[in-house]
């Protein structure tokens, strides 16, 4: 495993010959975040030696190497969702070649389904803390000491740093954002009314596919880590209205430009 990390990093280190400053995984809700960039290299997945490759057919997923706001990121485009049928030790690779690279900051988006009776539709939460429910824990199995602790702290998982800036730039910019608890459920069923209700009582704002493993393993090896919402859907215990892949999509659209602002801006500006 961590033979095929390094020989992963080694082949991209080749390439794009110097260190990010930034991971940027995009979900849904920051797609378009690539064409804000100043692309310097491309790598699809294909190319790239051990990465995991997508099952859709036609989006092969691609790293891109560029310029945002002055600073080097490396974004991720096509993500791995343990849904799809891969190993939570898959589904996190990504994170596990971003550390060898040597970055040493992360900044992830998704969608999720909000709970929170507070929440509309198209809100964007800014994640401060997560519950892990997967049913399969990313750092089972052997310790790879070289990478991380065996018991790892996970009393802040999300950067206080990052979030507070980003609260800056959100009042600055007129973006109105939540901070929440997003709780990671397997999926791929989004969660009938009970299970809405379930995630509310247990202390979740929002819950999603994704997410959660990545954060894990990055904060296994000391990554600084942000993530930002967008709630594409209400869900609870009163509310039956039908939630598709579509509408997932349409409300991640509206909530996208926002979301990139709050992003670029956050790059730009957080030092550390
Ligand atoms: N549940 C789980 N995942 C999701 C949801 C949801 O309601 N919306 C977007 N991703």
């Given at each position: 495993m961590l033979e095929k990390i390094k020989e992963t990093a080694a082949f991209i280190r080749n390439i794009i010959g110097e260190t990010p400053d930034y991971a940027i995984v995009l979900g849904s809700g920051l797609g378009k975040l690539q064409n804000e960039v100043e692309a310097i290299h491309t790598i699809e997945y294909p190319e790239i030696p051990n990465f995991p490759q997508t099952?859709?057919?036609?989006?092969g997923g691609k790293l891109i190497y560029g310029i945002l706001e002055g600073k080097k990121v490396l974004m991720m485009s096509g993500r791995f969702h343990?849904?799809?049928?891969?190993?939570m030790e898959t589904v996190t690779f990504p994170m596990r070649v971003f550390h060898l690279l040597g970055i040493k900051k992360m900044i992830l988006s998704n969608a999720s389904g909000g709970v929170n009776p507070a929440f509309h539709v198209g809100d964007i939460m800014m994640v401060k803390d997560h519950i892990n429910m997967m049913?399969?824990?990313?750092?089972?199995?052997?310790?790879i000491d070289e990478l991380g602790p065996r018991f790892v702290d996970m009393?802040?998982?999300?950067s206080k740093a990052m979030i507070a800036t980003a609260e800056r730039i959100a009042e600055r910019e007129g973006i109105e954002v939540h901070k929440g608890v997003y709780l990671g459920l397997q999926g791929p069923t989004f969660e009938t009314p009970a299970e809405y209700g379930m995630v509310r009582v247990l202390g979740g704002d929002a819950v999603g596919m994704s997410t959660v493993p990545e954060v894990i393993v990055a904060r296994h090896m000391g990554m600084e880590v942000f993530c930002v919402s967008i709630i594409t859907d209400l869900g609870g215990p009163e509310i039956a209205f039908a939630v598709s892949h579509e509408e997932v999509l349409q409300a991640a659209n509206k909530a996208m430009p926002n979301v990139i602002k709050l992003v670029t801006n956050l790059v730009r500006e957080h030092e550390g």
């Amino acid at each position: 495993m961590l033979e095929k990390i390094k020989e992963t990093a080694a082949f991209i280190r080749n390439i794009i010959g110097e260190t990010p400053d930034y991971a940027i995984v995009l979900g849904s809700g920051l797609g378009k975040l690539q064409n804000e960039v100043e692309a310097i290299h491309t790598i699809e997945y294909p190319e790239i030696p051990n990465f995991p490759q997508t099952t859709v057919v036609g989006h092969g997923g691609k790293l891109i190497y560029g310029i945002l706001e002055g600073k080097k990121v490396l974004m991720m485009s096509g993500r791995f969702h343990y849904y799809e049928g891969y190993s939570m030790e898959t589904v996190t690779f990504p994170m596990r070649v971003f550390h060898l690279l040597g970055i040493k900051k992360m900044i992830l988006s998704n969608a999720s389904g909000g709970v929170n009776p507070a929440f509309h539709v198209g809100d964007i939460m800014m994640v401060k803390d997560h519950i892990n429910m997967m049913p399969e824990h990313p750092l089972r199995g052997k310790n790879i000491d070289e990478l991380g602790p065996r018991f790892v702290d996970m009393s802040e998982p999300y950067s206080k740093a990052m979030i507070a800036t980003a609260e800056r730039i959100a009042e600055r910019e007129g973006i109105e954002v939540h901070k929440g608890v997003y709780l990671g459920l397997q999926g791929p069923t989004f969660e009938t009314p009970a299970e809405y209700g379930m995630v509310r009582v247990l202390g979740g704002d929002a819950v999603g596919m994704s997410t959660v493993p990545e954060v894990i393993v990055a904060r296994h090896m000391g990554m600084e880590v942000f993530c930002v919402s967008i709630i594409t859907d209400l869900g609870g215990p009163e509310i039956a209205f039908a939630v598709s892949h579509e509408e997932v999509l349409q409300a991640a659209n509206k909530a996208m430009p926002n979301v990139i602002k709050l992003v670029t801006n956050l790059v730009r500006e957080h030092e550390g």
